[in-house]
């Protein structure tokens, strides 16, 4: 079993920039992919970014250019860098690592709000 737990999620002004880290419980690996999903109020889940095991990258449209996800293995951690944030990314953002079996975090509150 493997937990997933997400940090530096809060509250940002339009343009500013938030780093979201995902820490896991055990080596990230040896999944295929790890990455974030975001759900919005009255909103479905969505796909935000990933990473694979060999670090190809796939994007939201709604986010290429303004944040990248990137992995460090060694500290089995994720991150999420936003940058040039828009009130249309405030939502809950998860913390997800695919594989052998799926595994999602609590999530992480993100506001943009001036």
């Known amino acids: 079993q493997v937990q997933l737990m997400e940090s530096g999620g809060g509250l940002v002004q339009p343009g500013g920039s938030l780093r979201l880290s995902c820490a896991a419980s055990g080596n990230i690996f040896r999944f295929d992919a790890v990455g974030w999903y975001r759900q919005a109020p009255g909103k479905e889940r969505e796909l935000v970014a990933t990473?694979?095991?060999?670090?190809?990258?796939n994007y939201a449209n709604s986010v290429k250019g303004r944040f990248t996800v990137s992995r460090d293995n060694a500290k089995n951690t994720v991150y999420l860098q936003m940058n040039s944030m828009k009130p249309e990314d405030t939502a809950v953002y998860y913390c997800?690592?695919?594989?052998?079996?799926?595994?999602w975090g609590q999530g992480t509150q993100v506001t943009v709000s001036s």
């Open positions: 997800n690592a695919a594989g052998i079996g799926t595994y």
């Open positions: 990473i694979t095991r060999d670090k190809r990258t």
